[in-house]
């Protein structure tokens, strides 16, 4: 019961995100039909069988039993459903090929167009709604063993400096992994003692990060302190926000984690803590590759140790920046946002179809949308639309792409018939659709066993 309950659970909320990125875009083809005088005989959510269905209009309204995508079926178009008996009669001023070639290829794009819409309202709202909570990329990283960057050369206690070129404060030193990948092969600069090191990152690295589930094996940890609790030792003995905890009873401490396992698995005993404060904490968001930031002043404060249920605690928090957005400062961030997505996504597809990456490992179909779907909505409201965004994206680059059957053929014959100032003979459109279906169905077969032989 479990299991079917679990499946269902996957199943529902990829068909959601199917459902919605799916009427999004078809809904930008049926606008644009209708803006132009079109008509539009079928707005479908789904593939044949038809499983409920009611026409309004000249448009029969439909969900197909088949939820892996979905069509408008326009009056004087040859598309997906090979319909070509509309040929033999003159054009009509309520068909599609009766248009002008500019008003057919706004038909065309505007699914697309749709999707990258999606995407930006999608990004602006979770700006809006829950800022950008982010921990400074400061002080020195913390390397996963066997991780991808420990196999780049990275080392626990090593301090990035630079990311491709740029500084690493520019970047977000390694924490955003988009900025490591826009380029055709990841360069790190690390200051590791009094030596700076120049790292390369592999060349397949999108299926590294496949492979590794997206993790990259680089934290940032620094010892600051974000806030001190009510009536806790640490608020007692005088520690506040942007303090940095240098050593413990004299012992160094260079990671947050450093400070919770010493002082969680202790006996209580007074400790004392030897902090850096900087003159302001804004200090710390631009501190860079050195750390502790400065300038400031360094002191030392005794704080007793609480029993919190058998683990001692000082009572604080680790630093973490929160940038709020207005409705008006969320729509700049939310379209950079979409900017930055729709060049990772584009560089992955280009890496992946030029043979750079592994094709089988990173490309998934159905099932890898379903895990990944149900992931992310297990995680909250917020992750689950950040992936909605990206398939929007995914769907929209896709669909342009020049192939038969997709957007981007059928606006590969309007570019023609503009240039040549003639349409493609029928023969030729009916041969190069056919050929489009097969490919694309094929590729949906390989992607569902794919997805299968990698469960």
Same mark, same amino acid.
């Given at each position: 019961?479990?299991?079917?309950?679990?499946?269902?659970?996957?199943?529902?909320?990829?068909?959601?995100?199917?459902?919605?990125?799916?009427?999004?875009?078809?809904?930008?083809?049926?606008?644009?039909?209708?803006?132009?005088?079109?008509?539009?005989?079928?707005?479908?959510?789904?593939?044949?069988?038809?499983?409920?269905?009611?026409?309004?209009? $000249?448009?029969?309204?439909?969900?197909?039993?088949?939820?892996?995508?979905?069509?408008?079926?326009?009056?004087?178009?040859?598309?997906?459903?090979?319909?070509?008996?509309?040929?033999?009669?003159?054009?009509?001023?309520?068909?599609?090929?009766?248009?002008?070639?500019?008003?057919? @290829?706004?038909?065309?794009?505007?699914?697309?167009?749709?999707?990258?819409?999606?995407?930006?309202?999608?990004?602006?709202?979770?700006?809006?709604?829950?800022?950008?909570?982010?921990?400074?990329?400061?002080?020195?990283?913390?390397?996963?063993?066997?991780?991808?960057?420990?196999?780049?050369?990275?080392?626990?206690?090593?301090?990035?400096?630079?990311?491709?070129?740029?500084?690493?404060?520019?970047?977000?030193?390694?924490?955003?992994?988009?900025?490591?990948?826009?380029? $055709?092969?990841?360069?790190?600069?690390?200051?590791?003692?009094?030596?700076?090191?120049?790292?390369?990152?592999?060349?397949?690295?999108?299926?590294?990060?496949?492979?590794?589930?997206?993790?990259?094996?680089?934290?940032?940890?620094?010892?600051?302190?974000?806030?001190?609790?009510? $009536?806790?030792?640490?608020?007692?003995?005088?520690?506040?926000?942007?303090?940095?905890?240098?050593?413990?009873?004299?012992?160094?401490? @260079?990671?947050? @984690?450093?400070?919770?396992?010493?002082?969680?698995?202790?006996?209580?005993?007074?400790?004392?803590?030897?902090?850096?404060?900087?003159?302001?904490?804004?200090?710390?968001?631009?501190?860079?590759?050195?750390?502790?930031?400065?300038?400031?002043?360094?002191?030392?404060?005794?704080?007793?140790?609480?029993?919190?249920?058998?683990?001692?605690?000082?009572?604080?928090?680790?630093?973490?920046?929160?940038?709020?957005?207005?409705?008006?400062?969320?729509?700049?961030?939310?379209?950079?946002?979409?900017?930055?997505?729709?060049?990772?996504?584009?560089?992955?597809?280009?890496?992946?179809?030029?043979?750079?990456?592994?094709?089988?490992?990173?490309?998934?179909?159905?099932?890898?949308?379903?895990?990944?779907?149900?992931?992310?909505?297990?995680?909250?409201?917020?992750?689950?639309?950040?992936?909605?965004?990206?398939?929007?994206?995914?769907?929209?680059?896709?669909?342009?792409?020049?192939?038969?059957?997709?957007?981007?053929?059928?606006?590969?014959?309007?570019?023609?018939?503009?240039?040549?100032?003639?349409?493609? @003979?029928?023969?030729?459109?009916?041969?190069?659709?056919?050929?489009?279906?097969?490919?694309?169905?094929?590729?949906?077969?390989?992607?569902?066993?794919?997805?299968?032989?990698?469960?």
């Amino acid at each position: 019961m479990d299991a079917a309950l679990g499946m269902l659970s996957y199943v529902g909320w990829v068909l959601l995100a199917i459902m919605i990125l799916v009427f999004v875009h078809e809904l930008g083809h049926f606008l644009f039909a209708k803006l132009f005088g079109m008509r539009v005989d079928r707005f479908s959510i789904g593939f044949p069988p038809k499983v409920v269905g009611k026409k309004v209009g $000249d448009t029969e309204y439909v969900i197909g039993l088949t939820p892996l995508g979905g069509y408008v079926k326009i009056a004087g178009m040859i598309d997906e459903s090979m319909d070509e008996s509309f040929t033999a009669s003159e054009p009509q001023p309520w068909e599609f090929r009766s248009k002008p070639v500019w008003q057919r @290829s706004l038909v065309i794009v505007a699914g697309v167009v749709f999707n990258m819409i999606l995407a930006g309202v999608i990004y602006v709202s979770l700006k809006a709604a829950y800022g950008e909570v982010t921990l400074p990329a400061v002080g020195s990283v913390r390397i996963e063993d066997g991780s991808i960057a420990y196999g780049m050369g990275l080392r626990t206690g090593d301090r990035v400096v630079e990311v491709n070129g740029r500084p690493a404060e520019r970047t977000g030193g390694l924490s955003r992994l988009e900025e490591t990948l826009l380029v $055709d092969r990841l360069e790190v600069s690390v200051l590791r003692g009094a030596d700076t090191l120049s790292l390369s990152g592999p060349a397949d690295l999108f299926t590294q990060l496949s492979r590794s589930e997206g993790r990259f094996g680089v934290a940032y940890d620094p010892p600051v302190v974000g806030d001190t609790g009510e $009536d806790t030792p640490a608020r007692a003995a005088g520690l506040r926000r942007g303090d940095w905890i240098l050593a413990l009873d004299g012992d160094t401490v @260079s990671f947050w @984690s450093d400070i919770s396992d010493r002082i969680g698995t202790g006996d209580g005993s007074p400790v004392l803590v030897r902090i850096f404060r900087p003159d302001t904490t804004v200090a710390i968001a631009g501190a860079g590759p050195v750390a502790p930031p400065g300038p400031g002043s360094t002191m030392e404060v005794t704080v007793t140790p609480r029993d919190n249920g058998g683990r001692y605690q000082l009572g604080v928090l680790p630093y973490y920046e929160i940038r709020e957005f207005s409705v008006l400062s969320a729509v700049p961030a939310g379209l950079r946002e979409t900017w930055t997505q729709t060049r990772v996504i584009a560089t992955s597809l280009k890496r992946v179809f030029t043979g750079q990456e592994n094709f089988r490992e990173n490309v998934g179909g159905p099932i890898a949308i379903a895990k990944i779907t149900k992931e992310a909505a297990d995680q909250g409201a917020a992750f689950f639309w950040q992936i909605v965004a990206m398939l929007s994206i995914t769907l929209a680059i896709i669909n342009i792409l020049p192939i038969p059957a997709l957007d981007g053929g059928h606006l590969v014959f309007l570019i023609y018939e503009g240039i040549a100032r003639r349409e493609p @003979s029928v023969k030729v459109r009916m041969a190069l659709q056919q050929v489009g279906m097969f490919l694309l169905l094929g590729f949906m077969a390989f992607v569902i066993l794919n997805d299968i032989l990698k469960l």
